[in-house]
């Protein structure tokens, strides 16, 4: 079992940037690895980055070049760096991780969630 607190959220304006942090309860360093989701009303919960266990990283195409996943394994913390945001980046950003051997896009393919973090983009 390991618990998942997400912190960072906020507003911000457009082609501003905010760091979101994912603190675990428990070490995650070998055995999981740990993803960025988001959800906007009235959308599906959809895959944002996520980092494994051998930081390999894998980013949804709407983020490639804005978006950077990294993890700290000393503070059991993941982060989601977000720069030039956009008002459709607006969402409620959940971390999720997984002890799965390979790396799931699907919110099913993560056992352990946070409670979320709204990030709003908007002048």
């Known amino acids: 079992q390991v618990q998942l607190v997400e912190s960072g959220g906020g507003l911000v304006q457009p082609g501003g940037s905010l760091r979101l942090s994912c603190a675990a309860s428990?070490?995650?360093?070998?055995?999981?690895?740990v993803g960025w989701f988001r959800q906007a009303p009235g959308k599906q919960r959809e895959l944002v980055a996520a980092?494994?266990?051998?930081?390999?990283?894998n980013y949804a195409d709407s983020v490639k070049g804005r978006f950077t996943i990294s993890r700290d394994n000393a503070k059991n913390t993941v982060y989601l760096q977000m720069n030039s945001l956009k008002p459709e980046d607006t969402a409620v950003y959940y971390c999720?991780?997984?002890?799965?051997?390979?790396?799931?896009?699907?919110?099913?393919?993560?056992?352990?969630w946070g409670q979320g973090t709204q990030v709003t983009v908007s002048s």
């Open positions: 980092i494994t266990s051998e930081d390999v990283t």
């Open positions: 999720a991780a997984t002890r799965r051997a390979t790396l799931p896009r699907a919110p099913l393919g993560y056992d352990y």
């Open positions: 428990r070490s995650i360093d070998s055995i999981y690895i």
